[in-house]
T-cell receptor
Framework: DAGVIQSPRHEVTEMGQEVTLRCKPI?????LFWYRQTMMRGLELLIY????????DSGMPEDRFSAKMPNASFSTLKIQPSEPRDSAVYFC?????????FGEGSWLTVV | AQKITQTQPGMFVQEKEAVTLDCTYD???????LFWYKQPSSGEMIFLIY??????QNATEGRYSLNFQKARKSANLVISASQLGDSAMYFC????????????????FGTGTQLKVEL
């Protein structure tokens, strides 16, 4: 079975550019999470969806960040405009019941 | 107050020996779940084991077991017969509440323990 699929795996972009990260959750999972990992702050929940509806976006750092889940098999996390402090690993995870599985992460570097 | 506390930033263990990674948690919910994840140097987050607050038995998955002591609010991970491939960062996480219908609620993570398995 395919796991959570994220793209791109690595992205290097210039400050001010728009970044779009993509996620395909595991089929049948109805919750989806976006996490960010940095050395300074560890793993932080940015936003999560249940049945494609955003439930809690209190972790989204500012208006430059937005996330959508147009259907059960796809979600995006967009940063516009990007800043160097956004450099991190962004994980998508999906869940059904007590199982929560992570994708391999998108490594973002903003220069 | 920290919801998840991992007090061991780094641990060393000899190959084939058992190791315990500590995790304490803080919640006022009666229903919650505890998770352990492994993050090798390649960066992916690998689900290892889950313990529900109402589970009477300690969870086990192969060489992994969770020593759940509810009164002490601890959920330590025990890895038996350590292997070189167990060298990684290990994260404890908690889901508070019952979780949404059919789906998981958000996880709060600890700061992790870096485990190094030596020959």
């Amino acid at each position: 079975d395919a796991g959570v699929i994220q793209s791109p795996r690595h992205e290097v972009t210039e400050m001010g550019q728009e970044v779009t990260l993509r996620c395909k959750p595991i089929s049948g999972h109805n919750s989806l999470f976006w996490y960010r990992q940095t050395m300074m702050r560890g793993l932080e929940l940015l936003i999560y969806f249940n049945n494609n509806v955003p439930i809690d976006d209190s972790g989204m750092p500012e208006d430059r960040f937005s996330a959508k889940m147009p259907n059960a098999s796809f979600s995006t996390l967009k940063i516009q405009p990007s800043e160097p402090r956004d450099s991190a690993v962004y994980f998508c995870a999906s869940s059904w019941g007590n199982t929560i599985y992570f994708g391999e992460g998108s490594w973002l570097t903003v220069v | 107050a920290q919801k998840i506390t991992q007090t061991q930033p780094g641990m060393f263990v000899q190959e084939k020996e058992a190791v315990t990674l500590d995790c304490t948690y803080d919640t006022s919910d009666q229903s919650y779940g505890l998770f352990w994840y492994k993050q090798p140097s390649s960066g992916e987050m690998i689900f290892l084991i889950y313990q529900g607050s109402y589970d009477e038995q300690n969870a086990t998955e192969g060489r992994y077991s969770l020593n759940f002591q509810k009164a002490r609010k601890s959920a330590n991970l025990v890895i038996s017969a350590s292997q070189l491939g167990d060298s990684a960062m290990y994260f404890c996480a908690m889901r508070e509440g019952r979780g949404l219908t059919g789906g998981g609620n958000k996880l709060t993570f600890g700061t992790g323990t870096q485990l190094k398995v030596e020959l």
